[in-house]
């Protein structure tokens, strides 16, 4: 419905005067506000009702002049509210609005523009949009130094979007300078159950199980293609959470997704990623090389006191393939190899408390008791196959004992089934006498005494350095830190010789 206005309303009344200033540097003269219009309906299927204030009719016949424009409309849960000039309206030559963007998720705006954008929290964004809609190459959109929050993260940038052929495309760059880590959890669906109620999902997180099971819609992947980097200068959280910043290249191209690099700043250290999706299979195959260098373990574990004055650091790789279209369906299936070594720790049940481990701090307090207690190194060999990982090497080299890890963890059916053998070093006295078991679901294992002996003395050692292989690879992670020798070095130089390391007596 439109009705003309009780008087004209000046463009400058409503688009604030410094906007109005804009226009007029360009030489052209906006039109007074002259009609009210309202409208409700549906659009793309979804409910939609608005209203707003246009030019008077004279104005839309000179191409020339711009014509003003405000309208304040929801489109189902999508909010948008634009305000500035429209050149040659019956044509739709070009705009040039301040558009004010809000919505539960970013993904909801697909079925209304056709734009690819990701699972978010809910979002609200202040920018220009700026287009020339008959551009020879494709209708051409920006959306220029816009602000706004996702989640409790705050955003800005500009993006571009080009309507040309075979597929559209997004490209920009994007920084948040207070980013909350939680706020990425909806990517790949691992927000709670009522968090993907709020942002428009179905997908349900069944109970007990970790790992998440939200579906990526790569249906809509070769919609179009996208390069857009994302940088979060800081990462905002727990204090005892050692991620400081993020930084990302996302390419999308006809179907197929990849972050070169997903890189972290991570406790002094960096991790870094190379994922790449392909959505044009079903299901979707992806792979991801994992690699992480000089983490600090007295920021690692900020809060837990006998590791502040240790120089040890951690580093692993990994590089793992998988299919299906969830994070639980990619690991269920997956193939690879996992590698970390952990060098000058110290380890307690209070270290497991800590953590949130219950039945870690069990298994520390069977090993050790209440003590705090120095790990020389930590090493791990991890092969997986189809979507079961088996250790060919899993040992802690403590001051008191050294122990041993065995069995497996199975991420189809998310289930641990591991055997802990310590045997003491020397003529040092350790208490326990069984192997110690870890079973049951990822969400809440359980941990006992297994009825059986402990290995034979020595029989553990003779096995450890019978470990060639795992032990030459994992060599490849050692790196001094803090002008300290790795205690891990000298271990697996032993066990790649083929002999058994030397025991503290």
Same mark, same amino acid.
């Given at each position: 419905?439109?009705?003309?206005?009780?008087?004209?309303?000046?463009?400058?009344?409503?688009?604030?005067?410094?906007?109005?200033?804009?226009?007029?540097?360009?030489?052209?003269?906006?039109?007074?506000?002259?009609?009210?219009?309202?409208?409700?309906?549906?659009?793309?299927?979804?409910? &939609?009702?608005?209203?707003?204030?246009?030019?008077?009719?004279?104005?839309?016949?000179?191409?020339?002049? =711009?014509?003003?424009?405000?309208?304040?409309?929801?489109?189902?849960?999508?909010?948008?509210?634009?305000?500035?000039?429209?050149?040659?309206?019956?044509?739709?030559?070009? /705009?040039? !609005?301040? @558009?004010? &963007?809000?919505?539960?998720?970013?993904?909801?705006?697909?079925?209304?523009?056709?734009?690819? @954008?990701?699972?978010?929290?809910?979002?609200?964004?202040?920018?220009?949009?700026?287009?020339?809609?008959?551009?020879?190459?494709?209708?051409?959109?920006?959306?220029?130094?816009?602000?706004?929050?996702?989640? +409790?993260?705050?955003?800005?940038?500009?993006?571009?979007?080009?309507?040309?052929?075979?597929?559209?495309?997004?490209?920009?760059?994007?920084?948040?300078?207070?980013?909350?880590?939680?706020?990425?959890?909806?990517?790949?669906?691992?927000?709670?159950?009522?968090?993907?109620?709020?942002?428009?999902?179905?997908?349900?997180?069944?109970?007990?199980?970790?790992?998440?099971?939200?579906?990526?819609?790569?249906?809509?992947?070769?919609?179009?293609?996208?390069?857009?980097?994302?940088?979060?200068?800081?990462?905002?959280?727990?204090?005892?959470?050692?991620?400081?910043?993020?930084?990302?290249?996302?390419?999308?191209?006809?179907?197929?997704?990849? /972050?070169?690099? @997903?890189?972290?700043?991570?406790?002094?250290?960096?991790?870094?990623?190379?994922?790449?999706?392909?959505?044009?299979?079903?299901?979707?195959?992806?792979?991801?090389?994992?690699?992480?260098?000089?983490?600090? #373990?007295?920021?690692?574990?900020?809060?837990?006191? =006998?590791?502040?004055?240790?120089?040890? $650091? #951690?580093?692993?790789?990994?590089?793992?393939?998988?299919?299906?279209?969830?994070?639980?369906?990619? #690991?269920?299936?997956? +193939?690879?190899?996992?590698?970390?070594?952990?060098?000058?720790?110290?380890?307690?049940?209070? /270290?497991?408390?800590?953590?949130? &481990?219950?039945?870690?701090?069990?298994?520390?307090?069977? /090993?050790?008791?209440?003590?705090?207690?120095?790990?020389?190194?930590?090493?791990?060999?991890?092969?997986?196959?189809?979507?079961?990982?088996?250790?060919?090497?899993?040992?802690?080299?403590?001051?008191?004992?050294?122990?041993?890890?065995?069995?497996?963890?199975?991420?189809?059916?998310?289930?641990?089934?591991?055997?802990?053998?310590?045997?003491?070093?020397?003529?040092?006295?350790?208490?326990?006498?069984? =192997?110690?078991?870890?079973?049951?679901?990822?969400?809440?294992?359980?941990?006992?005494?297994?009825?059986?002996?402990? !290995?034979?003395?020595?029989?553990?050692?003779?096995?450890?350095?019978?470990?060639?292989?795992?032990?030459?690879?994992?060599?490849?992670?050692?790196?001094?830190?803090?002008? $300290?020798?790795?205690?891990?070095?000298?271990?697996?130089?032993?066990?790649?010789?083929?002999?058994?390391?030397?025991?503290?007596?």
């Amino acid at each position: 419905m439109i009705d003309p206005l009780g008087k004209p309303i000046p463009f400058s009344d409503i688009v604030g005067s410094s906007e109005a200033k804009k226009v007029q540097d360009k030489g052209a003269t906006p039109q007074d506000y002259a009609f009210g219009v309202t409208f409700k309906g549906q659009y793309k299927g979804q409910k &939609l009702n608005g209203s707003g204030k246009l030019g008077g009719l004279l104005a839309l016949k000179d191409a020339n002049q =711009p014509f003003p424009v405000q309208v304040d409309a929801h489109v189902g849960d999508t909010h948008a509210a634009v305000a500035g000039t429209v050149t040659d309206p019956q044509n739709l030559g070009a /705009l040039d !609005l301040r @558009l004010k &963007l809000s919505g539960s998720s970013l993904g909801n705006l697909y079925p209304l523009t056709g734009v690819t @954008l990701p699972d978010s929290p809910a979002y609200s964004t202040d920018g220009r949009l700026i287009a020339k809609i008959h551009d020879p190459a494709g209708a051409n959109f920006r959306y220029e130094g816009f602000n706004g929050k996702i989640g +409790n993260s705050d955003i800005h940038g500009d993006l571009g979007f080009v309507a040309s052929q075979p597929r559209p495309k997004l490209t920009g760059a994007l920084v948040s300078n207070q980013l909350l880590f939680t706020d990425l959890a909806p990517l790949i669906g691992a927000d709670s159950n009522a968090e993907q109620k709020k942002r428009g999902g179905d997908s349900k997180q069944p109970a007990g199980k970790v790992l998440p099971v939200d579906q990526f819609q790569t249906d809509r992947w070769r919609a179009m293609d996208a390069d857009v980097e994302f940088t979060g200068k800081r990462i905002v959280q727990s204090p005892d959470l050692p991620f400081t910043d993020l930084y990302t290249h996302v390419v999308l191209d006809d179907g197929q997704l990849s /972050l070169q690099p @997903l890189r972290f700043g991570v406790a002094g250290g960096k991790l870094d990623a190379d994922i790449r999706l392909d959505g044009r299979i079903t299901p979707l195959q992806g792979r991801a090389k994992v690699s992480a260098r000089n983490l600090k #373990l007295k920021q690692l574990f900020p809060t837990f006191e =006998p590791m502040k004055t240790s120089f040890g $650091e #951690l580093a692993g790789d990994a590089d793992i393939s998988g299919k299906g279209n969830s994070v639980a369906a990619l #690991l269920g299936t997956a +193939n690879g190899d996992l590698k970390m070594l952990v060098n000058d720790g110290a380890i307690s049940r209070s /270290l497991m408390e800590i953590a949130g &481990l219950n039945v870690g701090n069990y298994v520390v307090g069977r /090993l050790f008791g209440d003590k705090d207690v120095k790990i020389n190194c930590a090493a791990s060999d991890l092969g997986i196959k189809d979507g079961l990982a088996t250790p060919r090497l899993f040992v802690f080299d403590t001051e008191n004992a050294i122990i041993f890890i065995d069995g497996t963890a199975n991420f189809k059916t998310e289930q641990l089934d591991l055997a802990i053998k310590p045997e003491s070093k020397g003529f040092r006295v350790f208490s326990l006498r069984s =192997p110690l078991y870890v079973r049951g679901p990822f969400a809440k294992p359980s941990a006992g005494v297994q009825t059986g002996p402990l !290995l034979l003395r020595g029989a553990g050692m003779v096995l450890l350095g019978a470990t060639v292989g795992p032990a030459a690879g994992l060599l490849a992670l050692v790196a001094p830190s803090g002008g $300290e020798p790795n205690q891990c070095a000298p271990l697996l130089e032993q066990m790649r010789a083929g002999k058994a390391p030397k025991t503290v007596q």
